[in-house]
């Protein structure tokens, strides 16, 4: 009997060796020796993460307690008829080249368990390489875990798809010489007898290495030190017939790969690379269409945001993350210490990452203002090529920002569906020759697409001292997707097609300066109306003209002041406010406060909808707000705005949601499955009973027409 | 009363004057200089347009007739309720810098008429700027061909977004001077008086300049001499300080946006593009979901390839459209003369474009063999930049090229629902560390991206001499879309992963050589054999060894033959059959012929398909080809495969689709709309009237169930 937590020998005979993972020394040594962790050891890498995650979160609440065993995995494999089934094995037991688990996460965001599909390489099997095998494997897993709308993850170190010759017939085939006496004449062909040919029945299916592609590389962290590469540094030199590549790490290695946006995130080790993986996963909801785990911390929602953008440069990442200034803590906008920040090393002109409000994960796209280097590297196949550092301004889109933009748009939607937080503050794209000649309105137009798509609410906010004009505000404006973005202003912030000293050129050109001075100025005024007095003469007229001149040159100065003043006076949030361009005005001290009942109160609704529209996919949005509405005005009170009152409606929803039963809140399955507890929970019960019932009617009248 | 044809001034009074054109000319003018035609002056150019295309038509096929008047236009425009009507007013009465037209096309294809919408800019209205009112009409009549299913087309002469200050209260603000006698010493604030505040009660509604961006830009072409741009050149000098462009056409002319894919086609002038896009046109079905317009000309389907791709290289163009040799026309793939290519002037590695087989519209990609110049031109702005010359090898996907091949597939699905054709011939992805940096596994996935998404049937064909290879395979591999790709091999095409030379090297290396030699070479056999002899003494044993040596060095040079012609063995379209990679190995003489009637029926049989889904979005593809099957042996006889008879299939549709209206093959509205006429039209109605009856029974049952 085991004393305290039991043991792995708990109610075993006494002789009963202890098990030695001597066997399986080889492979970890193989795996090793390629600079990878040996395949069966990487959920005890997953259980350290989780444990680490727990750690920190601890750290912010004391009160939480970590469960004692924060995984179960259960290993995957296919039997006799090609299904995947859960089996208990030894480790290594593995007879193809792939293995997977489901694995369920016991995380500080939900400690009830989550689940993830996890797929690693055995690299140690037939030289790491897959054949049809392995691609069979890969793509039940693929498809089981699409089946239950959970992550899979994708544990990557191969050498590539598997060749081979048919070794049936290597043995076995005969050469029809040019003389047989003489083989080293050559030959004519090669050939087989009929009976070896008889044998010839085998067809086996070709592989599919097609769904790889197809599946892979959606976000991605890299190992660094272990190359991403299509072809290896040997057979390139080989092609090019000289020694261009060092190794393959030139080719595939993070400096390539991490800069130009395939990679998401580096790593030095597996261990951190995992632990990554957990710490993504922790802004993700559990299961597709599920709602995102909110995890509040100890950093509130109801606090001012101490960092406050100034004029000139400054980092973005203080504004979301905050930062220490001698020992003091200078609070950003999200929680502390939520800001993780991805594709960091591309296209630096834009920051994206996710991180929480109150608990709430978000997707967060801001804007840098400093100016950066962006180094395209010296092509070693090619001797004349040089390393080229160009400067890309902050504040302007560029080709590669713009498609950053874009895919960390599609990344947020697509999978993790969280809500998304851009903090505007771009003064257009840029239009140079060699951004015209990048596609610069390409990956423009590729934001506009990402926005289009995007299924859960999008806020823009116009950070205090930043602007939007022109192109960049084409991009994000809400009409885009009306349904789901919103924009706001600070009070500090500005925004116009133009900027203010663009648009004066344009339209404040002299003769407008020199009528507004005619209306402004009496001493001006004067001297102009004497020169329509008809009983001047010529001399004293011309006299008044050099008085009017001189007039002009002396104020002309003071109203280009004014002119331009006048214009921005149209770069206002207020004017942007009066245009509809915005639906609000903020203070930035206080717009956390703002967002998270805001951003609360939109996720719950939209969740409200995916109800809704479940029950019938015709809805429009219009009918279901009105059911909505209709049931807040009957629960809280025809008082309350729906509109404004994000802080009443998010309660609202709060008090509706616990009546849904916690799997699926927390695991979820069924989204229409309700669990009974209280009067409310009646209440939503009979209303959703009743839309079906008027939908069933509906249909049976329609129904009724076309016979 | 008209003499002949009827007149403009038909049965109006003799005292109406002639109407003069007069009023138009300044305008006209104002156009001109400007470089483009007044906006009015369109529909004639589409006019002529029709004409010229009827002239080629009636060249090819003397017995066509062109009709009287080849086109109709309706001009559109604005309701007081915003609301898009048809309106008859004179040229130049248009109220906004935009101007639209449905217009009815009486093409070759279309004799009976086919509808556009075409949109224009009016340059010559307030500077060729737009506004909110113009982006009201732009949508709405976008709109509209969004709801008729009808191609819009957009002639873009713009000056981008109208800026403007509040003219209402430029004359109206008041100054707070710092020194009310001395205003140059500057100002305090600019204000409104209480009386003019009073008046501002206006509210517009701001400019939805987004709706531009997202909808166009798909297909464009661009006018040489006219630039496409995002910032002109002098304003761009201004920003950078100094003057670093010449020419806005610098920026954005042909040279930069042809070459990097923006735009698909140039033209000379306002004619030719117009040409162009009737021509394009003619391969695009009038209404979305309609079927391609087939259009059958004086060269048959039956006939034989001239021209033969040989092992060396050659110009793809010449595979799909045939040539001259020395007066002698040497055909291709298509029909003559009815290859169209577009993004010429971009990633030059592959060649897209549509061309017709025996009449039929199809997309196409075909592979370039030669080695092709990729030229980045220096940039303006950069004076230590210089041009950069690229060498890119044929037969390979670059970065660009890859892209190139997404985009043209995305644009024969959508929109133009074009069966695709892709003469594959590639050795691969090319993978040096540029190819890496600049993201070519991205752009590979697109092209499986894009086949995925591949609405239409698309038919891969391994061209004669022709090979694939490794990552090229996968991103073309029918599993990809299996409903709708097949794949076909030419018989003297090959395939693999790897090319022999590269397999030989992994897996047929001396061991193996030498076990191959003991078992095929007597000689060695027997030197072998007395080697294991007890007899031998040491001597005679490092004799035999010796001769062995000997015999290994005469023979390996001929092994290595062998080798290589094993593994090329492997590499042939018998054994990509054998392992059911290709559906059929085709002769290359004969392609036309097979693809004409496969083509034919795959579109046939995706038509029905759609007729069926839109009886019952629920059915799979296997229900919907066992109704067909089901009528096709009741119809035509069980003597018939239905997989293998693509002319019995195809005929067997082609009679059933005579039987729809001729509105819903030639100008369509309503898919399940049909005309009586034979029995066969009354047996297809039964049958549908079958399915639909089943399809209400079980909805009914299930509606049971739930309530």
Tied chains: 1, 2.
């Excluded at 599946?215 to 030190?225: L, P, S």
């Excluded at 109150?358 to 804007?367: E, K, Y």
């Excluded at 506009?448 to 906010?461: E, H, M, N």
């Excluded at 020199?514 to 003469?537: A, C, F, R």
Aim: charged fraction near 25%.
């Amino acid at each position: 009997k085991s004393i305290g937590k039991i043991g792995s020998m708990h109610l075993q005979h006494t002789h009963v060796p202890y098990p030695t993972k001597e066997r399986l020394q080889p492979r970890r040594f193989k795996a090793h020796l390629m600079g990878t962790t040996y395949v069966y050891d990487f959920p005890e890498l997953f259980r350290q993460a989780v444990h680490t995650q727990w750690n920190y979160a601890i750290v912010n609440c004391p009160e939480l307690k970590c469960p004692q065993d924060v995984l179960e995995a259960k290993e995957l494999a296919l039997d006799e008829k090609g299904q995947l089934q859960e089996v208990v094995r030894s480790a290594g037991s593995n007879t193809c080249g792939m293995v997977a688990w489901l694995l369920t996460l016991f995380t500080p965001e939900y400690p009830k368990g989550r689940k993830i599909i996890v797929i690693a390489n055995d690299i140690t099997y037939q030289f790491g390489t897959f054949g049809f095998v392995e691609d069979q494997f890969f793509t039940k897993a693929t498809e089981l875990a699409r089946k239950l709308g959970i992550p899979r993850i994708y544990l990557s170190a191969n050498y590539g798809a598997r060749v081979g010759l048919a070794n049936e017939l290597m043995n076995n085939f005969k050469v029809s010489w040019k003389n047989e006496n003489n083989p080293s004449e050559g030959i004519n062909y090669l050939f087989l007898d009929a009976e070896t040919y008889k044998q010839l029945n085998q067809n086996e299916k070709k592989s599919v290495i097609a769904e790889k592609l197809v599946e892979n590389g959606e976000r991605t962290i890299q190992n660094e030190g272990q190359p991403i590469i299509l072809t290896g540094a040997s057979a390139l030199n080989k092609v090019l017939g000289r020694e261009v590549y060092m190794s393959s790490l030139q080719l595939g290695g993070t400096q390539i790969m991490h800069r130009n946006g395939i990679t998401h995130l580096t790593a030095q080790n597996d261990l951190e690379g995992i632990t990554k993986i957990i710490q993504w996963l922790s802004y993700v909801p559990s299961a597709r269409d599920l709602p995102v785990p909110i995890f509040e911390n100890s950093d509130t929602w109801d606090r001012d945001i101490d960092y406050i953008p100034p004029k000139g440069l400054y980092d973005p990442r203080w504004l979301l993350a905050g930062k220490y200034e001698a020992d003091n803590w200078i609070s950003g906008f999200f929680d502390r210490e939520s800001f993780l920040e991805t594709l960091g090393a591309w296209a630096k002109t834009v920051v994206v990452g996710r991180a929480r409000l109150g608990g709430i994960p978000m997707g967060v796209i801001a804007v840098e203002t400093r100016t950066v280097e962006h180094i395209i590297p010296a092509d070693p196949a090619n001797s004349e090529s040089q390393q080229e550092i160009i400067m890309e301004a902050g504040q302007v889109w560029y080709p590669n920002s713009a498609y950053k933009t874009a895919q960390a748009i599609n990344d947020f939607n697509k999978g993790e569906q969280l809500p998304l937080m851009i903090f505007a503050n771009w003064r257009g794209f840029s239009g140079g020759q060699r951004d015209m000649f990048l596609e610069i309105l390409k990956y423009g137009s590729y934001i506009v697409d990402a926005l289009i798509d995007y299924k859960q609410p999008v806020f823009v906010y116009i950070v205090p001292n930043g602007e939007l004009r022109g192109g960049a505000w084409v991009v994000v404006d809400p009409t885009i997707n009306e349904s789901k973005m919103e924009m706001y202003a600070d009070e500090k912030a500005k925004a116009g097609i133009l900027e203010p000293e663009g648009i004066v050129e344009i339209k404040y050109r002299n003769a407008q300066l020199i009528s507004t001075m005619e209306q402004l100025d009496e001493t001006y005024k004067k001297l102009k109306k004497s020169l329509e007095d008809p009983l001047k003469t010529e001399v004293e007229k011309s006299k008044i003209e050099i008085l009017l001149k001189a007039r002009e040159q002396e104020l002309l100065p003071v109203y280009s002041q004014i002119a331009l003043q006048f214009a921005e006076l149209h770069d206002t949030p207020g004017r942007m406010k009066a245009k509809n361009a915005i639906r609000k005005i903020l203070e930035w001290k206080n717009a956390r406060r703002f967002f998270y009942w805001r951003v609360r109160r939109r996720i719950h609704e939209e969740y409200m909808f995916k109800k809704l529209i479940n029950i019938n996919p015709n809805f429009t949005r219009n009918q279901m707000k009105k059911y909505l509405t209709e049931w807040f005005y009957n629960d809280v009170g025809t008082e309350f705005d729906w509109e404004e009152s994000d802080f009443k409606v998010a309660k609202w929803i709060d008090e509706m949601l616990e009546n849904f039963s916690d799997d699926e809140r927390n695991e979820g399955n069924n989204i229409i499955n309700m669990k009974s507890s209280t009067n409310k929970k009646d209440l939503i019960n009979l209303r959703i009973k009743n839309i079906k019932n008027e939908m069933i009617t509906k249909k049976v009248v329609e129904l009724a027409k076309i016979n």
